[in-house]
């Protein structure tokens, strides 16, 4: 394993501020219904149960509102502007439309609804017009709930460690060297080492990893963690593990304080904020044309001609993909699968 930082771990990693357990590159939570998944973190060590409950502050009236996210629909009827927003959900169409981000959200739930808790977030977060980006962004993070059911996510298997997902990467990295501070591009595969292997999978940004060409867009975020003490060694400060923040007045996006999370009995705490914007690469760019996606296919298929090995492309950054956790690991799983068939 070649690791470009000098630690592995990647945006999953958790770090400690006054021993205090923080996540510097935004919230991790384990979630999957898919079984090989889940058997693959339990046998790394990933078994505490846990379950996401976010929030959303708004300002009503000059006080701070909390609303469940994804929004529950029986906490909206308190809200000054209910009558509209119930005319506009009577009005709603089945199926929401997945022409882009904006108008699929505002089938989903309304102008208002859309006005109040997405719109300026949305701006915010990705420093452009909602309209202009991917209704896939949307599809599978933006809900009107019914139920009262205030997790998160639905999936049959959750978990969050105490420690944050460290030990289970150290875990999986157990007896594989791993080679920290090393950038590889596709020019490297050439010689050295790397011609004694059998194949790649690359998980690294690919305009990176070709070495050439007018970067790929990204959105990337700055984390800022702030220590406070707490009396009670399970004491927090913020009335939950993530905060969103859709008032365009607010910089920040959201606010994580990670031990509502790990549960960890320790005097103090970290909340962090999440400030958008940072020239780093958190975040791919969906538009409703997809062209940056074709980009990145035209690298897949560049490396395969030029490359003299086999190399697959696993998860977020190489795949160019808005996807979560699990959805990596199971990429993962499936091109190891797919290199060992060739050997």
């Not at 930082?5 to 205090?20: D, P, Y």
């Not at 990295?173 to 791993?178: A, H, M, R, T, W």
Request: charged letters at 25%.
């Amino acid at each position: 394993m070649f690791e470009a930082s000098g630690v592995v771990g990647g945006h999953s990693r958790a770090e400690r501020l006054h021993g205090v357990v923080y996540e510097p590159n935004g919230p991790h939570i384990f979630h999957t219904s898919e079984p090989r998944v889940a058997n693959f973190a339990h046998r790394f060590g990933l078994t505490r149960r846990y379950a996401h409950r976010p929030i959303t502050q708004l300002r009503i009236d000059g006080r701070p509102r909390y609303f469940s996210w994804p929004l529950q629909l029986s906490e909206l009827e308190t809200l000054p502007q209910w009558d509209r927003i119930r005319r506009e959900l009577a009005d709603r169409p089945a199926v929401p439309y997945m022409g882009d981000f904006e108008s699929y959200c505002v089938s989903l739930m309304g102008e208002t609804l859309y006005r109040l808790f997405v719109y300026h977030y949305t701006v915010k977060q990705w420093g452009v017009e909602p309209r202009t980006l991917s209704a896939s962004i949307a599809a599978g993070r933006i809900h009107l709930r019914t139920d009262g059911d205030r997790r998160a996510f639905r999936d049959r298997w959750e978990y969050f460690g105490v420690h944050g997902v460290n030990p289970v990467i150290e875990a999986v990295l157990d007896g594989i060297p791993v080679h920290l501070n090393t950038t590889v591009c596709l020019r490297d595969l050439t010689g050295g080492l790397y011609r004694s292997f059998d194949g790649v999978v690359c998980t690294a940004p690919l305009d990176g990893f070709l070495g050439d060409g007018p970067p790929l867009p990204w959105r990337g975020i700055r984390v800022r963690a702030h220590y406070y003490d707490t009396e009670a060694a399970h004491g927090t400060v913020t009335p939950s593990y993530m905060i969103n923040q859709p008032d365009p007045d607010v910089p920040f996006t959201r606010t994580v304080e990670t031990k509502h999370a790990t549960g960890q009995e320790i005097q103090g705490t970290v909340v962090c904020e999440e400030y958008p914007g940072y020239p780093a690469k958190h975040y791919p760019v969906p538009t409703t044309d997809n062209r940056h996606e074709r980009r990145n296919r035209e690298l897949k298929d560049r490396i395969g001609l030029e490359s003299p090995m086999p190399v697959v492309f696993c998860g977020r950054l190489a795949n160019y993909q808005y996807i979560n956790q699990d959805g990596a690991i199971l990429q993962g799983l499936v091109v190891g699968d797919e290199l060992l068939e060739r050997r």
